[in-house]
């Protein structure tokens, strides 16, 4: 599939609201009331038989805008966003993602907050798990924890884009694998035969990921099948689904 296919069929429905703190909330349903809907898409939602065809499931995970420019609106009246996107744009470059990608992905996974944490450890803004971080070479030192380490914007952005290009390179031309990997771990994506595997939270995870960055980024711009081609933004729950499990050794199961 190429991503200019997986782009144009990303078409979930997307709801949000800016909180008095300036946090964006998005999702692919109305939550509660201060949810208003952004952009309409289409009923179905699928990238070649990736992802089955069905009604978004009930866990919100996706975006919302009636246009791309109050889209980017939202993103402008965000502190926390505008503290870390010069970092954004340096890793953007530095790793040759697009940075309506990274922008897309971070917004999903901790609404730009640099302190969030998962249930499951993962940390900062590309909620990078420590597992995953060990992998390029950080480390705890004896003034740093390896958490404290992955708690700055910087670090964390730089961490979590090469692990992104890691998996953006392992599936070429296949962003929707690519994402579906960077949430619930290649592995699982490898067993499940090259597809987004059967699990709610990944399959809404990339819904959201491409619905924001199609809104961002028009399919028409994605040129490069190697770079296809986050206003803080919070989904319900904060980071409490995030997956982004770390590689598992060789021979070993990966949830």
């Not at 952009?39 to 179905?44: D, I, K, P, V, Y």
């Not at 597992?131 to 979590?160: C, E, F, I, M, V």
């Amino acid at each position: 599939m190429t991503i200019f296919f997986a782009m144009t069929c990303a078409q979930a429905d997307v709801w949000g609201y800016v909180d008095p703190k300036g946090v964006a909330h998005f999702a692919t349903e109305k939550v509660d009331e201060r949810y208003e809907l952004f952009f309409r898409g289409g009923e179905r939602f699928d990238t070649a038989e990736g992802l089955p065809r069905q009604e978004p499931t009930p866990r919100p995970v996706a975006v919302p805008s009636r246009s791309a420019s109050r889209l980017v609106a939202f993103f402008e009246v965000s502190p926390a966003y505008k503290q870390v996107k010069h970092h954004l744009r340096e890793v953007s470059r530095a790793e040759n993602i697009e940075y309506e990608l990274l922008q897309a992905l971070i917004a999903t996974e901790s609404g730009f907050d640099a302190a969030a944490v998962s249930p499951k450890g993962a940390i900062g803004l590309m909620q990078v798990m420590p597992a995953t971080a060990q992998r390029y070479g950080l480390a705890a030192d004896a003034k740093l924890t390896l958490h404290r380490k992955l708690a700055d914007p910087r670090t964390n952005l730089r961490t979590g884009a090469r692990y992104l290009r890691y998996l953006l390179d392992l599936f070429p031309g296949q962003l929707e694998l690519a994402l579906a990997a960077y949430n619930a771990g290649e592995g699982a994506v490898i067993r499940a035969g090259h597809r987004i595997p059967d699990y709610p939270e990944t399959q809404n995870y990339v819904r959201t990921v491409l619905q924001l960055y199609t809104l961002l980024k028009p399919p028409a711009a994605v040129r490069d099948p190697r770079s296809p081609a986050r206003v803080r933004m919070e989904l319900p729950g904060g980071a409490a689904g995030r997956g982004n499990l770390p590689p598992a050794p060789a021979g070993a199961a990966q949830d």
